[in-house]
T-cell receptor, first 115, second 112 residues
Protein backbone atom coordinates (compact mmCIF):
# COMPACT_ATOMS: atom_id res chain seq x y z
CA UNK A 1 0.00 0.00 0.00
CA UNK A 2 1.16 3.50 -0.80
CA UNK A 3 1.50 5.97 1.99
CA UNK A 4 3.66 7.99 4.32
CA UNK A 5 5.51 6.50 7.26
CA UNK A 6 6.98 8.37 10.18
CA UNK A 7 9.16 6.83 12.79
CA UNK A 8 9.26 6.51 15.65
CA UNK A 9 5.74 7.19 16.92
CA UNK A 10 7.05 8.39 20.29
CA UNK A 11 10.48 9.89 20.90
CA UNK A 12 12.11 11.08 24.09
CA UNK A 13 15.27 13.14 24.24
CA UNK A 14 17.23 15.05 26.81
CA UNK A 15 17.43 18.80 26.58
CA UNK A 16 20.37 19.98 24.48
CA UNK A 17 20.45 16.95 22.19
CA UNK A 18 19.72 17.07 18.48
CA UNK A 19 17.16 14.54 17.24
CA UNK A 20 16.16 13.48 13.72
CA UNK A 21 12.62 12.49 12.78
CA UNK A 22 12.13 10.20 9.82
CA UNK A 23 9.58 10.65 7.02
CA UNK A 24 9.33 8.31 4.03
CA UNK A 25 6.73 8.22 1.25
CA UNK A 26 6.13 5.78 -1.59
CA UNK A 27 3.46 7.84 -3.35
CA UNK A 28 5.93 9.21 -5.92
CA UNK A 29 5.11 12.73 -4.76
CA UNK A 30 7.49 15.56 -5.57
CA UNK A 31 6.55 17.81 -2.64
CA UNK A 32 7.01 17.07 1.06
CA UNK A 33 6.25 19.11 4.17
CA UNK A 34 6.89 19.21 7.91
CA UNK A 35 4.34 20.64 10.34
CA UNK A 36 4.36 21.12 14.05
CA UNK A 37 1.13 20.71 16.05
CA UNK A 38 0.65 22.18 19.50
CA UNK A 39 -2.55 22.09 21.55
CA UNK A 40 -4.88 24.90 20.57
CA UNK A 41 -2.60 26.20 17.81
CA UNK A 42 -3.41 24.08 14.81
CA UNK A 43 -0.61 23.14 12.43
CA UNK A 44 2.32 25.37 11.61
CA UNK A 45 4.62 24.81 8.63
CA UNK A 46 8.28 24.25 9.48
CA UNK A 47 9.90 23.42 6.13
CA UNK A 48 8.78 22.23 2.72
CA UNK A 49 10.43 20.84 -0.38
CA UNK A 50 9.00 20.77 -3.88
CA UNK A 51 11.85 18.89 -5.52
CA UNK A 52 14.89 16.85 -4.60
CA UNK A 53 17.85 18.87 -3.30
CA UNK A 54 15.73 21.96 -2.73
CA UNK A 55 13.71 23.13 0.27
CA UNK A 56 12.28 26.33 1.73
CA UNK A 57 11.64 27.65 5.21
CA UNK A 58 8.10 27.72 6.44
CA UNK A 59 6.65 29.92 9.15
CA UNK A 60 8.60 28.51 12.10
CA UNK A 61 11.92 27.18 10.72
CA UNK A 62 14.17 28.48 13.50
CA UNK A 63 15.85 25.64 15.39
CA UNK A 64 15.08 23.05 12.71
CA UNK A 65 16.93 21.70 9.68
CA UNK A 66 15.99 19.38 6.81
CA UNK A 67 17.51 17.60 3.84
CA UNK A 68 16.01 16.22 0.64
CA UNK A 69 18.59 13.91 -0.92
CA UNK A 70 16.01 11.42 -2.18
CA UNK A 71 12.50 11.91 -3.51
CA UNK A 72 11.11 9.43 -0.98
CA UNK A 73 12.70 10.87 2.14
CA UNK A 74 12.52 14.20 4.00
CA UNK A 75 14.09 13.90 7.48
CA UNK A 76 13.68 16.70 10.02
CA UNK A 77 16.35 17.48 12.62
CA UNK A 78 15.25 19.27 15.77
CA UNK A 79 18.36 21.03 17.02
CA UNK A 80 19.28 22.19 20.49
CA UNK A 81 18.56 25.74 19.29
CA UNK A 82 14.82 25.00 19.20
CA UNK A 83 13.59 26.56 22.43
CA UNK A 84 10.43 24.52 22.91
CA UNK A 85 10.75 21.29 20.91
CA UNK A 86 8.14 19.18 22.69
CA UNK A 87 5.28 18.79 20.19
CA UNK A 88 3.55 16.49 17.72
CA UNK A 89 5.31 16.54 14.33
CA UNK A 90 3.48 15.71 11.13
CA UNK A 91 4.96 15.00 7.72
CA UNK A 92 2.95 15.34 4.51
CA UNK A 93 3.45 14.96 0.78
CA UNK A 94 1.66 16.01 -2.38
CA UNK A 95 1.92 16.06 -6.13
CA UNK A 96 2.95 19.28 -7.82
CA UNK A 97 1.57 20.57 -11.08
CA UNK A 98 -0.59 23.10 -12.85
CA UNK A 99 -3.79 22.47 -10.89
CA UNK A 100 -4.72 25.02 -8.31
CA UNK A 101 -4.25 22.58 -5.48
CA UNK A 102 -2.82 19.12 -4.94
CA UNK A 103 -4.10 17.25 -1.89
CA UNK A 104 -1.62 16.78 0.93
CA UNK A 105 -1.38 13.30 2.40
CA UNK A 106 -0.27 13.08 6.02
CA UNK A 107 1.74 10.55 7.96
CA UNK A 108 0.69 9.30 11.42
CA UNK A 109 2.98 11.73 13.24
CA UNK A 110 5.81 11.57 15.78
CA UNK A 111 5.30 12.82 19.31
CA UNK A 112 8.57 14.29 20.58
CA UNK A 113 9.07 14.90 24.27
CA UNK A 114 12.18 16.68 25.48
CA UNK A 115 12.97 16.00 29.11
CA UNK B 1 -1.34 37.44 5.33
CA UNK B 2 -3.78 34.57 4.98
CA UNK B 3 -5.60 33.31 8.06
CA UNK B 4 -8.35 30.89 9.06
CA UNK B 5 -10.61 31.26 12.10
CA UNK B 6 -12.60 28.37 13.52
CA UNK B 7 -15.06 28.16 16.36
CA UNK B 8 -13.47 26.99 19.56
CA UNK B 9 -14.26 23.59 20.96
CA UNK B 10 -14.88 21.18 22.28
CA UNK B 11 -18.26 20.73 20.68
CA UNK B 12 -20.25 18.01 22.43
CA UNK B 13 -23.31 16.51 20.72
CA UNK B 14 -25.61 13.57 21.15
CA UNK B 15 -25.66 10.94 18.44
CA UNK B 16 -27.93 11.89 15.49
CA UNK B 17 -27.71 15.60 16.30
CA UNK B 18 -27.05 18.22 13.62
CA UNK B 19 -23.49 19.53 13.41
CA UNK B 20 -22.18 22.93 12.36
CA UNK B 21 -18.56 23.97 12.76
CA UNK B 22 -17.96 27.55 11.68
CA UNK B 23 -14.96 28.59 9.61
CA UNK B 24 -14.12 32.00 8.19
CA UNK B 25 -11.02 33.04 6.30
CA UNK B 26 -8.96 36.03 5.25
CA UNK B 27 -7.09 35.89 1.97
CA UNK B 28 -5.83 38.35 -0.60
CA UNK B 29 -7.00 36.40 -3.65
CA UNK B 30 -9.24 33.44 -4.39
CA UNK B 31 -8.16 30.53 -2.22
CA UNK B 32 -9.10 26.89 -2.32
CA UNK B 33 -10.74 25.74 0.93
CA UNK B 34 -10.53 22.44 2.79
CA UNK B 35 -11.69 20.51 5.81
CA UNK B 36 -9.32 17.95 7.30
CA UNK B 37 -10.15 15.49 10.08
CA UNK B 38 -7.76 14.08 12.69
CA UNK B 39 -8.76 11.01 14.68
CA UNK B 40 -7.05 10.46 18.06
CA UNK B 41 -3.34 9.73 17.75
CA UNK B 42 -3.35 9.89 13.95
CA UNK B 43 -2.36 12.23 11.14
CA UNK B 44 -4.79 14.36 9.14
CA UNK B 45 -7.08 13.12 6.39
CA UNK B 46 -8.70 15.32 3.77
CA UNK B 47 -12.46 15.32 4.38
CA UNK B 48 -13.65 17.63 1.61
CA UNK B 49 -12.62 20.61 -0.47
CA UNK B 50 -13.96 23.43 -2.68
CA UNK B 51 -11.89 25.37 -5.16
CA UNK B 52 -14.15 28.24 -6.21
CA UNK B 53 -17.03 30.34 -4.96
CA UNK B 54 -20.39 28.55 -4.52
CA UNK B 55 -18.76 25.11 -4.83
CA UNK B 56 -20.04 22.55 -2.34
CA UNK B 57 -17.65 19.93 -1.07
CA UNK B 58 -19.14 16.75 0.38
CA UNK B 59 -17.94 13.44 1.78
CA UNK B 60 -19.21 10.85 4.31
CA UNK B 61 -22.34 12.92 4.98
CA UNK B 62 -20.36 16.11 5.67
CA UNK B 63 -20.87 19.20 3.51
CA UNK B 64 -19.39 22.68 3.23
CA UNK B 65 -20.17 25.49 0.77
CA UNK B 66 -17.61 28.08 -0.34
CA UNK B 67 -19.24 31.46 0.41
CA UNK B 68 -17.13 34.24 -1.02
CA UNK B 69 -19.49 37.01 0.08
CA UNK B 70 -19.16 36.01 3.74
CA UNK B 71 -15.63 34.49 3.42
CA UNK B 72 -16.92 31.35 5.09
CA UNK B 73 -16.73 27.58 4.68
CA UNK B 74 -18.85 26.12 7.48
CA UNK B 75 -18.85 22.34 7.98
CA UNK B 76 -22.24 20.63 8.43
CA UNK B 77 -23.57 17.12 8.96
CA UNK B 78 -27.20 16.23 9.40
CA UNK B 79 -26.78 13.35 11.85
CA UNK B 80 -23.52 12.73 13.66
CA UNK B 81 -22.29 9.39 14.93
CA UNK B 82 -19.97 8.47 17.78
CA UNK B 83 -17.38 7.54 15.14
CA UNK B 84 -17.30 11.19 13.98
CA UNK B 85 -15.57 12.18 17.21
CA UNK B 86 -12.33 13.81 16.10
CA UNK B 87 -10.62 17.18 15.60
CA UNK B 88 -11.68 19.07 12.48
CA UNK B 89 -9.38 21.58 10.77
CA UNK B 90 -10.38 24.21 8.25
CA UNK B 91 -7.59 25.24 5.86
CA UNK B 92 -6.92 27.32 2.77
CA UNK B 93 -4.43 27.30 -0.08
CA UNK B 94 -3.77 30.30 -2.26
CA UNK B 95 -1.77 31.27 -5.29
CA UNK B 96 -1.77 27.95 -7.09
CA UNK B 97 0.78 26.52 -4.74
CA UNK B 98 0.60 23.74 -2.24
CA UNK B 99 1.08 25.57 1.03
CA UNK B 100 -1.80 25.22 3.46
CA UNK B 101 -2.85 27.68 6.17
CA UNK B 102 -4.73 25.90 8.97
CA UNK B 103 -7.21 27.01 11.57
CA UNK B 104 -6.66 25.99 15.19
CA UNK B 105 -8.96 22.99 14.96
CA UNK B 106 -12.31 22.18 16.60
CA UNK B 107 -12.69 19.06 18.72
CA UNK B 108 -15.99 17.22 18.27
CA UNK B 109 -17.23 14.75 20.86
CA UNK B 110 -20.32 12.70 20.04
CA UNK B 111 -22.01 10.83 22.88
CA UNK B 112 -24.62 8.09 22.89
Amino acid sequence: DGGITQSPKYLFRKEGQNVTLSCEQNLNHDAMYWYRQDPGQGLRLIYYSQIVNDFQKGDIAEGYSVSREKKESFPLTVTSAQKNPTAFYLCASSKTGPSSYNEQFFGPGTRLTVL
Amino acid sequence: GDSVTQMEGPVTLSEEAFLTINCTYTATGYPSLFWYVQYPGEGLQLLLKATKADDKGSNKGFEATYRKETTSFHLEKGSVQVSDSAVYFCALSEGGGNKLTFGTGTQLKVEL
